[in-house]
């Protein structure tokens, strides 16, 4: 079977009517555009294919890099040094075909909202709601792609016009299968698709989260490393819970029950909530439910803040890779936490 690497250029010719735009829209000029190294953003894209999430796909490098890097050494036998030294380079010529750049022609067919700007902070009014998503449509197109919408900018003329039929270039976070379970709801089929997450995926036995270095870790039968995605969790308030437990189901665009009772800088007077569904609410596009109660993996409404921020004990990752991990996993796969 081809490589899912080598089959990122037959991807494209499948990915017409996938793009969301605005017509008349302009992408917004920056005084300072972040530099984007194209070597760098390469060795993001390949491990992104891999299953090693390097986190935003920016050309910038970070801690969700090094972490990919330490990963793929791992799964591959390699000194774990957390850099592209020369075996790891070595090992990763493998995939010198795979392009860190794609450029597409934005489609009309995925010009579909509803878009929710300026989104409100306070859960009482988000839950008057319809959705909680995104809040532009270079918002969405930067999560479709595993960036920002400032990397999207620097990729980019700033006079590049966000219209249908243009030419955009994007970090190649383009998957090479999207053919999903039947069984899986069209909904979800349909985020799947929107986040460019490949339908093929290794099968976890088991996943490990380890507080140390900040990761969460996919593991075969033979306790071997076939995944791993930089990761929050917990905080000094409510710390990782610590021991092992499963993996009860999936809950897919999921409606978040906001219990003040349960948050420990929920503000005074706060009501119970129930917030509609959206990638932009608290817990992203899927909640992983866990046999400890009010715990879960999830996704996140800023990917650029995983691994660099706090959550309420559960473990948060960005929305494409917390979907990722849903077609790893099943109800009752085993997850172990540890310091």
Not at 206 to 235: E, N, P, W, Y
Not at 286 to 291: A, E, I, K, N
Request: charged share 20%.
């Amino acid at each position: 079977m081809m490589h899912p690497i080598r089959r990122l250029a037959l991807a494209a010719t499948m990915f017409g009517g996938v793009v969301a735009v605005q017509a008349g829209a302009q992408a917004p000029s920056t005084a300072a555009k972040p530099a984007v190294d194209l070597d760098i953003l390469r060795v993001q894209v390949i491990l992104d294919h891999l299953g090693f999430g390097p986190g935003v796909l920016d050309g910038r490098g970070g801690i969700a890099l090094v972490n990919a890097l330490k990963g793929f050494q791992e799964s591959r036998g390699l000194p774990v040094t957390g850099k592209t030294d020369a075996a790891t380079a070595q090992a990763l010529s493998a995939y010198r075909n795979a392009k860190p750049t794609v450029t597409l022609a934005l489609s009309k067919a995925a010009l579909t909202g509803p878009f929710i700007d300026p989104l409100p902070k306070d859960y009482a009014l988000q839950a008057k709601l319809p959705t909680l998503g995104y809040r532009s449509p270079m918002e969405k197109l930067a999560e479709m792609f595993h960036t920002t919408p400032a990397v999207i900018m620097a990729l980019n003329s700033p006079q590049t016009m966000l219209t249908v039929g243009t030419k955009v270039v994007f970090p190649n976070a383009l998957p090479s299968s999207r053919a999903y379970d039947a069984k899986l709801t069209d909904e979800w089929r349909t985020t799947l698709n929107m986040l460019n997450v490949d339908a093929n995926q290794p099968k976890a036995d088991h996943i490990v989260v380890d507080k140390s270095d900040g990761v969460l870790r996919v593991m075969d039968k033979d306790d071997k490393l076939i995944a791993q995605f930089t990761a929050t969790m917990g905080s000094e308030h409510d710390p990782l819970p610590l021991g092992n437990w499963t993996i009860k189901g999936a809950d897919y665009n999921p409606k978040f029950h906001y219990n003040p009772a349960l948050f420990w800088d929920a503000k005074k007077g706060d009501d119970k909530e129930l917030l509609p569904a959206g990638p932009n609410g608290p817990v992203g596009v899927v909640w992983l439910d866990l046999s400890k109660d009010h715990y879960g993996i999830h996704g996140t409404p800023n990917p650029e803040t995983i691994g660099r921020a706090e959550s309420h004990g559960c473990i948060r990752l960005t929305n494409w890779d917390a979907a990722r991990l849903s077609v790893m996993v099943k109800p009752g796969t085993k997850a172990v936490f540890r310091a």
